[in-house]
């Protein structure tokens, strides 16, 4: 638990660092390939080339290209069209997409799951619905996508670490970030815009940060915290950061959301977070 509550405070901090100042400044293609690139970097020391099934260090690639890799193609595209406090609030549907995917992979599926992602879905409606407009289902939708990556990362590491429970993640959690690596390089090179890639010092530093912090470390202590708790809690820790992150945009920056809507809609989401928690113990009561 304590990787993940270390991971939540540092990541808090992401979401308003990226929508602060690399947010239509710094081509996206561009921060995510420096930000992957300098993760790598971390984790080459300890990575071990020789020693680890060749069967695991590819699953432990696809993995990162998908938790990493793709996820951030779409979580930097959705600050073009949304605030950061919607793209923080709208993470809140990872758990129901983690509890989801981890069932599938144990060949279960527990339909009520369904209901309270709905409500949810209305919350978010809540939260702009004197604006709903092509950009904001966009964006919306972009957070949606980032979701399903995150929650299948850590979902599918968490099941192939309960097949080597006596494997030393750190020595093959550079493969992670290589696989993320490999994903992110061939998007910049097709699609990133070359007009946009001198960042400013200060641009620089929050790169270097988020690469080799909030990524090189924070993923890995994410993954690992992930495997030491049940699926009921990885979910819900999925959603401590979304106070965190919100709170960190309005003190630092002081950049309130419209607080009528945002309440009422926080609201509702929370309804459908408490819905989701009273199915997990309906669930685990049924024998």
């Given at each position: ?9 540092m990541w808090?901090?992401s979401?308003s ?7 239509g ?31 695991l ?9 998908v938790?990493v890799?793709?996820m ?16 923080v609030?709208?993470?809140?549907f ?25 409500v ?18 966009v964006?919306?939708l972009?957070?949606?996508g980032?979701n ?5 990362g850590q979902?599918?590491y968490?099941?192939?670490m309960?097949s ?19 994903v ?27 690469g ?17 708790v049940?699926?009921?809690?990885l ?7 979304v ?6 945009n ?10 009528s809507?945002?309440?009422?809609g ?16 309906t ?5």
């Open positions: 638990m304590g990787y993940l509550i270390a991971t939540t405070l808090a901090f979401f660092f990226i929508g602060e100042f690399l947010a400044e710094v081509d996206s293609y561009f921060a995510v390939l420096v930000r992957v690139g300098l993760a790598s970097l971390v984790f080459l020391p300890f990575t071990k080339f020789r020693g680890i099934p060749r069967g260090q590819g699953k432990i690639m696809g993995i990162g290209a938790q890799g793709v951030y193609l779409f979580f930097y595209h959705s600050f073009a069209y949304l605030r950061v406090p919607e793209v609030l709208f993470t809140i990872t758990p129901f997409y983690v509890t989801l995917i981890y069932d599938a992979m144990g060949r279960r599926f527990r339909p009520l799951y369904l209901v309270s992602a709905g949810a879905v209305l919350g978010a409606y809540i939260i702009r619905f004197h604006h709903v407009d092509t950009g904001f289902l964006g919306f972009l957070v949606q980032a399903v990556c995150f929650a299948l979902s599918a968490k099941k192939v309960e080597h429970t006596t494997f030393n993640q750190r020595d093959g959690f550079g493969y992670f970030h290589l696989g993320a690596l490999g992110v390089s061939v998007a910049f090179v097709l699609f990133g815009d070359t007009t946009r890639i001198s960042p400013t010092l200060t641009q620089w530093a929050v790169l270097l940060w988020l080799m912090v909030a990524s090189g470390a924070g993923y890995f202590w994410w993954n690992k915290g992930a495997c030491h049940d699926a009921g809690v979910a819900i820790m999925n959603n401590a950061l106070p965190a992150g919100l709170l960190v309005l003190f630092l920056w002081g950049k309130p959301a419209n607080f809507t945002l309440i009422i926080s609201i509702v989401i929370g309804c459908s977070l408490w819905l989701h928690h009273y199915f997990m113990r669930y685990s009561q049924t024998p």
